[in-house]
């Protein structure tokens, strides 16, 4: 229902598929204000014979606003999952590590730990820079 209802707004309101198209391409997730536009196009086209309970309504809102939450919640811990994965590689400073990097195995105390523009983290080992997913062994110098 809510897809016919978008489709007849969409075909009187040429300005609102416009909208619509900029707004999937920029961001799939449906924001609030989307909600509240297909609400009340819900609400102006429903049967005046079986109106909507507002007890629908109100579910439909508690589901939205959750999915909101729930969607906040993902960017919050990604953030966490970040800082996490620079806090372990600091923890590599000053450390004997092998690395194993393009079927060479290399071996040699940590000297700094680099962050590069694209918020890739690095381990120096000697004069070079590696991943540190490709560390195979930490051990005390």
Known sequence: ???AIAATQANQNPRASTASDAS???NSA???EDFLQLLTSQISN???LEPMKDTEFISQM???ASLEQMQQFTKGFETF???QKDMVAQAYLGKMVNISEEGQDVTGLVDSVEKNEDGKI???VGDRNY???NITRVSNP
């Open 131 to 133: 991943l540190p997913a």
């Open 30 to 32: 449906m924001q609030m």
């Open 24 to 26: 999937n391409s920029s």
């Open 46 to 48: 429903q049967d005046p």
């Open 122 to 124: 690095f381990v120096t």
């Open 81 to 83: 999952a970040d800082s």
């Open 1 to 3: 229902m809510i897809d």
């Open 62 to 64: 508690a589901n939205i």
